[in-house]
């Protein structure tokens, strides 16, 4: 019989050694686009930057892009244009990643944070209202995972309260809610395109909205507070705070040829996810990841939540998911915790004290971080584990199939681990 025996116990592995391809695929389209960028005269806010934005908004269905050195820039770019200043509150999910909030202290702001819904991952819409106050001016909802937010309650309550409402769309190219694109959704999005991205050109991010006076402020903080983009006619001029979160075109260029196989890229992650959630279907103790009607995922993290109970095991959850980890590694399937920690409990904003002196929130008010506040979020750190690269092109059907084997075979004898024995060294 195969795979009889758990590698971590010295079995043969589910995945078989070399068989994960790495991400992202590259070919001749890419080292062709990238090699005439560097035989190019321009290469800072070149016409690679130029043709990304156009074509990007065209891929993605706005009226205005704006291509930016990281998503962290573009989400800050959109925390100023909404309006949000000194002492102003920006509610945020209290489970992401940490520029999903620190792009707020960027503009002297404060985060508020809300739990999320376990089962989603996502901002809890039904918890929002309680963190408004009069101070509030905008939302960021995350697309946490390539799974899109619950939009409609959040853009109600956006509505109802005069909210501003921020898409973090970081992890969610392409995915849609009620057939519409993210990006699309609100005031304004922010995409990343760093390494392990859905579209991945290295670093880099994008700016979008359809809103003409959003693009303008965005612009002003993108670029020197200057209202002129490079390719116009500059006049030099700070008319406010800026930055400098331009893209440059090597980087842009390698992107552009990304984005014409994107979709191509999601169709893959698609049919790979089927397989593998089918093949993870009904095993006792595992959650694949749900997707709400209405909610169009593009895949972006496979993530998981692990129930030791329902292999009657009582000790702390970590222990048990972290063992299970252990032995899907050992058997090859590349599975990770996307982050150990929720927000709140992050130094930064523990401390209250961004820019120093208190600030921002010696503008505004003080606000309890206690971790207790949080407990979806806190639940969801020490009971998921995730996986990227293997749903992604150029790994197909036979991947997905070796690494739904990986799980079932380990879920399957999980009986044979001690998980206290081997808790303490998976712990660390
Ligand atoms: C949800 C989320 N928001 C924001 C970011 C920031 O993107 P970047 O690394 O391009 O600044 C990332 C990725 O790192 C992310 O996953």
Redo the contacts with the bound molecule.
Sequence with gaps: MKHVKLALLGGKPAVPEGAIRKWPPIDSSDEDLVLASLRGENHAYGPNCGAFEDEFAAWNGNRFAITTN????A?HMGVAACGCGAGDEVIVPAY??S??ATCVLHHNAIPVFVDIDYDTMNIDPARIEAAISERTKAIIA?H?HGLPANMDPILEIALRHGLKVIE?C??AHGAEYKGTRVGRLADCG?F???QNKCLCSG???MFVTDNEEILQRARMVWSFGETRTPAEDRDYHAYALGWMYRNNDLTAAFGRAQLAKLDAYLETAARNAKILAAGVRDIPGLQPPIVPEGHKTNWYNFTCHVDGAAHGYQGPPARFRNVVMKALRAEGVPVEVWQDLILPEMTVFQAQNAYGQGSPWNYGRRLSYDPALFPMARKHCETHFGMTVPLRAPNDEMVAQHVSAGIRKVFERIGELDVDALGAEADA
Excluded: I, K, R
Excluded at 70 to 73: E, I, K, L, N, Y
């Design positions: 990281s998503g962290t820039a989400l992401s990643w520029s999903s995350v946490l973090d970081c992890q922010a990343s395109f760093n670093e880099g991010g």
